[in-house]
């Protein structure tokens, strides 16, 4: 039996194989893979579902969630009345400490004359002068120095 005869038989029905082809297919390991390779291109068949399976499902599904609790198992009256009576409670502690709270006074200091010079800081560079006052606080000699620096000099012509 040569390999292409033992494919042709493989093709045909890879699981029932004649005795000669099995027994080549055993010896050779080329025919032992395509019959393999044969065995896994096998199409299984898609599972089945029962007639009406989907249409009967959102019934099953509801039939396996717990139950709705009924009116009388929950008492939402009482924990309505609860919830009101915490309300009522807070905002009546909020606006009584609201309204008995001390009134808020603040210090102030105003120190007297005598101590007021000694109070502020000193100023190295007497910012509260302006540059006419300081002029005018310098000798006469040292001031003409001053203004004869602040003189515009004559500008001189470019050709």
Not at 53 to 70: A, E, H
Request: hydrophobic residues 45%; negative net charge; glycine residues 6%.
């Amino acid at each position: 039996m040569n390999c292409l005869e033992a494919l042709a038989a493989i093709e045909v029905d890879p699981l029932d194989l004649p005795p000669e082809v099995e027994a080549h297919v055993k010896a050779c390991a080329g025919c032992s893979e395509a019959r393999v390779t044969w065995l896994a291109m096998e199409d299984a068949p898609a599972a089945v579902a029962p007639a009406g399976y989907f249409d009967q499902l959102p019934g099953r599904v509801l039939r396996k969630l717990p139950s709705r609790p009924r009116a009388g198992d929950r008492p939402s009256a009482l924990w309505a009345l609860a919830a009101a009576l915490l309300m009522a409670v807070g905002f009546g502690g909020f606006w009584l400490g609201r309204a008995n709270r001390q009134p808020l006074v603040e210090a102030t200091y105003t120190p007297p004359a005598a101590e007021l010079p000694a109070a502020l800081p000193e100023t190295p560079f007497m910012e509260g002068d302006d540059e006419v006052a300081q002029l005018r606080r310098l000798p006469p000699d040292k001031a003409a120095t001053v203004l004869e620096g602040l003189e515009p000099k004559p500008a001189k012509d470019s050709k």
